[in-house]
């Protein structure tokens, strides 16, 4: 997973699926990310960016990660932000309709 912190933004790009068999080590590896920044004095954490340009899958604990992310960003008071989903993951946010409760953006 390739992290980068610009403008207040932090950049997230997980590859591959988000499925049962490893959604929570997923969603602790972003969390775990989010919290070491946020944690840093010298950081003021804005927004989380996920860019999900490179994930093929998401099933139903997938969106359930990312609606566990999008608690702990009104908890920690950043603002998160789903990037680029490819075709696939966009219908199943479609269906889920998570984008009526997360920010979602593509390209």
């Known amino acids: 997973m390739i992290c980068t912190f610009e403008e207040n933004q932090l950049l997230i790009k997980p590859e591959g699926k988000i499925m ?3 959604s929570d080590q997923i969603k602790n590896e972003i969390k775990a990310l989010i919290q070491s920044k946020k944690e840093d004095s010298n950081i003021h954490l804005e927004g989380v960016l996920i860019d999900l ?3 093929d899958f998401v099933d139903s604990t997938g969106v359930g990660v990312f609606i566990s992310l999008y ?14 989903p490819t075709p696939m993951v966009d219908k199943v946010f ?14």
């Open 71 to 84: 608690k702990f960003s009104v908890e920690k008071d950043f603002q998160l932000t789903l990037l680029n």
């Open 20 to 22: 049962m068999d490893h």
């Open 53 to 55: 340009s490179k994930i």
């Open 94 to 107: 479609t269906i889920t309709k998570l984008g009526q409760i997360i920010n979602i953006q593509s390209n």
